[in-house]
């Protein structure tokens, strides 16, 4: 063959590559379009392509397959989600009434003259029912803080904020021999937050750290972070790692739900921050970032 003709040839071999891989690549881009815009939206639509490669065809439609099968799946999950949250505020609801009858009896039985055992059981009942009642309560309020949708941000100082509800836990402090070291900037801190929630997210914070403290309490404030830190010997690196889980029980002497720090969590990334929980030399720290 003449050098010009398989130069020739060559040409258009190469030209007939280049156009289908122009067509592929449009192609491609057409899926990736259509398969963003279907996930993004509640949407029937299928995935449809300009080529007539029949390997580009086959895999639209196996996508369409697969995100017909996803959407299903994303509706059972939402409709789940959405009775179990109203599952758990009934029950919670429910509690209430037998909880409050059950503390107006006691009430009534210490009012009698009772013996030395009737009494220490009866303080046995109260404090049982008091745990009872605290869960339900926070059943309640997680129920409430994960199904409210959007939260009121505006500018805010948060060094106020934390300086109030460092000084709240006070009297827990004196009660549990604690000397709180407590490092917060003197200027102001402002941050997009919502005003109600914050104060919730230290709350929970604080309690969870009085709870486990080994006898101290730190709280440091920068620019960027606040960090929270305690001795807690009888935790984990496991323990802390599930400390933001839903319904996690800690199996210590002091023994408490996972619900005031999912809370925390919660709120936290409706705020657009961070939360997270590391254990290190026998100490937990959380560290808070706020948008």
Known sequence: MLPWVLCAVLFVVCVIFAIKIYAMRKSVNEICGQVTKILSNVTNMKISVTSSDKYVRRLATELSAELDELKKQRIKYQRGDRELKEAVTNISHDLRTPLT????????LEAQDMSCDAHRYTENIRGRAEKM?????????????????????????????????????????????????????????????????????????????????DGDFNVEMTDDRIVFSNMAKELSSVDVGRLFDRFFTLNTARQSTGLGLSIAKILTEKMGGEIAAEYKNGSIYITLKLK
């Open 101 to 108: 009858a059950v503390f107006g009896y006691l009430d009534l």
């Open 133 to 213: 009642r605290e869960l339900t309560e926070e059943l309640f309020r997680y129920s409430v803080f994960n199904s409210k949708e959007e939260l009121t941000l505006e500018e805010t100082d948060v060094c106020e904020i934390l300086r109030e509800s460092v000084l709240s836990f006070y009297a827990e402090f004196e009660k549990r021999g604690i000397t709180p070291c407590v490092k917060i900037p003197e200027h102001k801190t402002v941050r997009s937050i919502d005003k109600s929630a914050l104060p919730r997210v230290f709350e929970n914070i604080i309690s969870n750290a009085v709870k486990y403290s």
